[in-house]
């Protein structure tokens, strides 16, 4: 089991940020939550997949949703 957290950063949404996270969750691909977080980004998004492979194929994913602006992706090592 891989276990990845992608860090991801919303552009102006006019939905609405938890409407956002909505649609992260509902991508059903591997991801285990979504967290809302203040800082230099918006979401923090769990994931528990097969293969490093899996986790570049959910970065793809939530980077193809309307107002995603850019994520950063962390393999965890243990």
């Known amino acids: 089991m891989v276990h990845a957290y992608i860090m991801v ?5 006019t939905d609405g940020i938890d409407h956002l996270k ?7 691909n591997g991801i ?4 809302i977080v203040a800082g230099d980004i ?7 997949v097969g293969t490093p ?3 570049k194929d959910i970065a793809g994913g939530i980077q193809a949703v309307q107002g995603i602006e850019d994520t950063q992706t962390y393999i965890a090592m243990d």
Request: hydrophobic share 60%; proline share 0%; no cysteine.
């Open 9 to 13: 950063k919303a552009a102006a949404v």
């Open 42 to 48: 918006d979401f923090i998004v769990k994931v528990d």
């Open 32 to 35: 285990e939550s979504a967290h």
């Open 53 to 55: 492979a899996d986790v």
């Open 22 to 28: 909505e649609e992260l969750l509902a991508l059903d």
